[in-house]
């Protein structure tokens, strides 16, 4: 065997794309697996497909049901527009009397060869069908026929042993609800899969998948979100690859703005900045013009807006002479409005990548993470989280803005979680007291590639986008949101224009 060979091995399709991207390739074939899950989490509809899809590729497919009557599968493959006429059903459920018997059952006996009655059925009928897949549901009803422990295992076992001599992949199905753990089976089994819910207090519900072992497979470990669809199961597979040898666009987005340039020294391609600051403040239109910016250049743009509307952003946009509606309808522009009670942050974060590898979007504008942290039932793991799309971001090559607010309007501030150490570059936007009237300040905090401004400066926002003042060197404490003027000179931006309107 060649050291192009070693650790190969013919896979076969679950049938579930984001699935088959976390066992590199699908399940390695003609191996018994174990599908555990509690009752509602996805079981029978993984079966369905995992048959279905080869069914497709022309391969025979059997699944064996002791709980679930034929009719009731057909009814579930008919919610999923499934066509399930031509798949092999074998149903047990309509054998009564084999669950009314009091007996002991077992597949193998040690003195000689004995089968059940039951047994003896799916056996006849994998011979007479000859499938190269199996579903077998539930393991349930195989433990209410072995009645011990010890005469289940070895049930499982000879059947393990059965199958392999078939050369046939098989899914057995355990909805976990034994009074005591059945940990024997994990060892039995070539690999363990585990659906589960994730506890969430509002919002649809909300479920997890988990290779727990998967033999000879450098499988992505831990847990994915998934969602079960019209359709099948979607997962979503955690951005955690290894880093890839890629030739990434490089270079920098810069604005007209002069004033903002020299302050902040443009965008790197590969980098993500922090836009941050109260609510008003001009976070999302600082962002909007970078992401028009680069439209103007003929590089596509995606938001992901948590909070504002779409119609509100286009008329508030449009006010500011920034064409957003235009890049929208020439494809330059991508919106997409998150529904919080809806999205799973790995949904999210596979809707990102697949934009970036699909649609080839050069910048990302997450607004605002305080509404990705509002959709995620377990804070403290978005910190993490957002470590592993960054760093697909980052990989990418791909500008990434991320908006968060700060709790408060003046005063002492507050952000929601702190990620600052996550981010290239950190942009901080303040309100600030000074001659009776409430004006912004700007400052760059941090920025990893190239060279920034240290200063504080005042901005406002209007028609022609964002201006920015001479730096606030004459106040100290404007971050605190009371400055003190020592100075002889006022360094405010002149306001004689709109005092006359």
């Given at each position: 065997?060649?050291?192009?060979?070693?650790?190969?091995?013919?896979?076969?399709s679950t049938g579930i794309e984001g699935l088959d991207f976390i066992l590199?390739?699908?399940?390695?074939?003609?191996?018994?697996?174990?599908?555990?899950?509690?009752?509602?989490?996805?079981?029978?509809?993984?079966?369905?497909?995992?048959?279905?899809?080869?069914?497709?590729?022309?391969?025979?497919?059997?699944?064996?049901?002791?709980?679930?009557?034929?009719?009731?599968?057909?009814?579930?493959?008919?919610?999923?527009?499934?066509?399930l006429t031509k798949l092999e059903i074998f149903d047990l459920t309509i054998?009564?009397?084999?669950?009314?018997?009091?007996?002991?059952?077992?597949?193998?006996?040690?003195?000689?060869?004995?089968?059940?009655?039951?047994?003896?059925?799916?056996?006849?009928?994998?011979?007479?069908?000859?499938?190269?897949?199996?579903?077998?549901?539930?393991?349930?009803?195989?433990?209410?026929?072995?009645?011990?422990?010890?005469?289940?295992?070895?049930?499982?076992?000879?059947?393990?042993?059965?199958?392999?001599?078939?050369?046939?992949?098989?899914?057995?199905?355990?909805?976990?609800?034994?009074?005591?753990?059945?940990?024997?089976?994990?060892?039995?089994?070539?690999?363990?899969?585990?659906?589960?819910?994730?506890?969430?207090?509002?919002?649809?519900?909300?479920?997890?998948?988990?290779?727990?072992?998967?033999?000879?497979?450098?499988?992505?470990?831990?847990?994915?979100?998934?969602?079960?669809?019209?359709?099948?199961?979607?997962?979503?597979?955690?951005?955690?690859?290894?880093?890839?040898?890629?030739?990434?666009?490089?270079?920098?987005?810069?604005?007209?703005?002069?004033?903002?340039?020299?302050?902040?020294?443009?965008?790197?391609?590969?980098?993500?900045?922090?836009?941050?600051?109260?609510?008003?403040?001009?976070?999302?239109?600082?962002?909007?013009?970078?992401?028009?910016?680069?439209?103007?250049?003929?590089?596509?743009?995606?938001?992901?807006?948590?909070?504002?509307?779409?119609?509100?952003?286009?008329?508030?946009?449009?006010?500011?002479?920034?064409?957003?509606?235009?890049?929208?309808?020439?494809?330059?522009?991508?919106?997409?409005?998150?529904?919080?009670?809806?999205?799973?942050?790995?949904?999210?974060?596979?809707?990102?990548?697949?934009?970036?590898?699909?649609?080839?979007?050069?910048?990302?504008?997450?607004?605002?993470?305080?509404?990705?942290?509002?959709?995620?039932?377990?804070?403290?793991?978005?910190?993490?989280?957002?470590?592993?799309?960054?760093?697909?971001?980052?990989?990418?090559?791909?500008?990434?803005?991320?908006?968060?607010?700060?709790?408060?309007?003046?005063?002492?501030?507050?952000?929601?979680?702190?990620?600052?150490?996550?981010?290239?570059?950190?942009?901080?936007?303040?309100?600030?007291?000074?001659?009776?009237?409430?004006?912004?300040?700007?400052?760059?905090?941090?920025?990893?590639?190239?060279?920034?401004?240290?200063?504080?400066?005042?901005?406002?926002?209007?028609?022609?986008?964002?201006?920015?003042?001479?730096?606030?060197?004459?106040?100290?404490?404007?971050?605190?949101?009371?400055?003190?003027?020592?100075?002889?000179?006022?360094?405010?931006?002149?306001?004689?224009?709109?005092?006359?309107?």
């Amino acid at each position: 065997m060649t050291n192009s060979e070693f650790g190969k091995f013919d896979h076969v399709s679950t049938g579930i794309e984001g699935l088959d991207f976390i066992l590199r390739g699908g399940l390695p074939k003609d191996r018994l697996y174990l599908l555990q899950g509690n009752p509602g989490t996805g079981k029978t509809t993984m079966g369905l497909q995992f048959l279905l899809d080869g069914e497709e590729k022309g391969e025979q497919g059997l699944y064996i049901t002791l709980s679930e009557s034929k009719d009731e599968l057909i009814a579930v493959g008919r919610s999923h527009y499934w066509d399930l006429t031509k798949l092999e059903i074998f149903d047990l459920t309509i054998s009564g009397e084999s669950l009314r018997d009091n007996s002991k059952y077992t597949v193998f006996h040690p003195s000689e060869v004995e089968l059940d009655e039951t047994t003896k059925l799916i056996l006849n009928e994998v011979e007479r069908i000859n499938p190269k897949r199996i579903v077998f549901d539930s393991l349930s009803e195989m433990r209410m026929l072995a009645s011990e422990p010890l005469r289940f295992r070895r049930q499982i076992l000879a059947m393990k042993q059965y199958f392999n001599g078939r050369q046939c992949t098989v899914m057995m199905l355990d909805d976990l609800t034994a009074q005591t753990a059945q940990r024997q089976l994990e060892s039995i089994a070539h690999g363990v899969i585990t659906l589960e819910y994730v506890p969430t207090e509002y919002g649809k519900q909300r479920h997890a998948l988990r290779v727990v072992k998967m033999r000879g497979v450098n499988f992505q470990s831990g847990s994915h979100d998934f969602n079960i669809e019209t359709g099948g199961l979607v997962v979503f597979p955690r951005l955690d690859g290894p880093p890839t040898e890629e030739t990434v666009h490089t270079g920098t987005i810069r604005t007209d703005n002069h004033d903002l340039e020299e302050l902040l020294g443009g965008l790197d391609y590969g980098t993500s900045t922090i836009l941050t600051g109260p609510a008003g403040i001009g976070k999302s239109t600082l962002a909007l013009i970078y992401a028009c910016k680069a439209a103007e250049n003929g590089e596509r743009s995606s938001l992901y807006l948590f909070d504002e509307g779409v119609d509100t952003l286009y008329k508030r946009t449009s006010a500011l002479g920034l064409d957003v509606k235009r890049f929208v309808a020439e494809g330059l522009m991508n919106i997409q409005q998150i529904k919080l009670a809806e999205l799973t942050p790995g949904e999210l974060a596979h809707r990102v990548s697949r934009d970036v590898e699909e649609n080839g979007t050069r910048v990302v504008v997450i607004d605002s993470v305080n509404g990705y942290l509002m959709s995620t039932p377990q804070e403290r793991f978005l910190t993490m989280q957002f470590h592993e799309l960054l760093g697909y971001l980052n990989r990418k090559g791909i500008v990434s803005i991320l908006v968060v607010g700060q709790y408060g309007l003046v005063g002492t501030m507050k952000a929601p979680i702190d990620m600052s150490y996550l981010a290239d570059s950190v942009v901080l936007l303040r309100y600030f007291e000074a001659e009776g009237e409430v004006r912004q300040a700007i400052s760059v905090l941090k920025k990893r590639t190239g060279k920034h401004e240290r200063t504080i400066r005042e901005f406002r926002i209007d028609k022609g986008g964002i201006q920015l003042g001479q730096p606030l060197s004459e106040f100290r404490g404007v971050l605190t949101g009371t400055p003190v003027f020592h100075g002889k000179n006022e360094r405010l931006m002149d306001n004689d224009e709109e005092r006359r309107s």
